[in-house]
């Protein structure tokens, strides 16, 4: 099992950057794919990125394509969301998930666990 704790969120304005940080407790995170994923108001949970458990490999979501970069520390049992060139519709709580069970990481049903999110709010 792991714990994840998200932080680094904030309000900033259109254009700006942002790195999310999420720790992990534990000391199989190395085992773990991990993804990121939003919940705007109103709106379901969407995938924004994934990483597989050696960092060799990245997925992103089509709107944050070329914005964000996700990657991960197996040392630090850290995975980190990178975002840059923020617009207004990147507001959203922002939750980091470890994978659960086989399947596409960009659903969320492969993932078995998740932080408690934190707040991102770009102004216009």
């Known amino acids: 099992q792991v714990q994840l704790v998200e932080s680094g969120g904030g309000l900033v304005q259109a254009g700006a950057s942002l790195r999310l940080s999420c720790a992990a407790s534990?000391?199989?995170?190395?085992?773990?794919?991990m993804g990121w994923f939003r919940q705007a108001p109103g709106k379901e949970r969407e995938f924004v990125a994934a990483?597989?458990?050696?960092?060799?490999?990245?997925y992103y979501a089509d709107s944050v394509k070329g914005r964000f970069t996700i990657s991960r520390d197996n040392v630090k049992n850290t995975v980190y969301l990178q975002m840059s060139s923020l617009k207004p519709e990147d507001t959203a709580v922002y939750y980091c998930k470890a994978q659960g069970r086989g399947g596409y990481l960009y659903d969320p049903r492969t993932y078995g666990y998740w932080g408690q999110g934190t707040q991102v709010t770009v102004s216009s």
């Open positions: 534990g000391h199989t995170f190395s085992t773990y794919a």
């Open positions: 990483i597989t458990r050696t960092g060799g490999d990245t």
